[in-house]
């Protein structure tokens, strides 16, 4: 199964942006599906954005036009470009791979089995 490690995130102020890594290792990521989720505190952890084995992507609609995300097979990294960062998007945000259940939303966090360890990202207003 994968592994991955999440980097990048730190504080950044209202309006601004961050890059966030994940670090693969255990698979070829160009042959998985993977996503990106947040949990803001006292709050369930929601689907931000996900990249498929074809590098379709997609966004939650609070995202949408801010976020990209992308990833370099040469390294085996996916990343997450967020411009215009709000301070309630205020999170610890992880990364997630290997669908175990293939009828679910891609932005369901029940789709996967190998999760990040997390990164915080703080927006203050």
């Known amino acids: 199964q994968v592994q991955l490690v999440e980097s990048g995130g730190g504080s950044v102020e209202s309006g601004g942006s961050a890059t966030l890594s994940c670090a693969a290792s255990?698979?070829?990521?160009?042959?998985?599906?993977m996503a990106w989720f947040r949990q803001p505190p006292g709050k369930e952890r929601e689907g931000v954005a996900a990249?498929?084995?074809?590098?379709?992507?997609s966004y939650a609609e609070s995202v949408e036009g801010r976020f990209t995300v992308s990833r370099d097979s040469a390294l085996n990294t996916m990343y997450l470009q967020m411009n215009s960062l709000k301070p309630e998007e205020t999170a610890i945000y992880y990364c997630a791979a290997w669908v175990k259940d293939f009828g679910l939303s891609d932005l369901d966090p029940r789709r996967y089995s190998a999760w990040g360890q997390g990164t915080q990202v703080t927006v203050s207003s």
């Open positions: 255990g698979s070829p990521i160009s042959m998985i599906s």
């Open positions: 990249i498929d084995r074809n590098g379709r992507t």
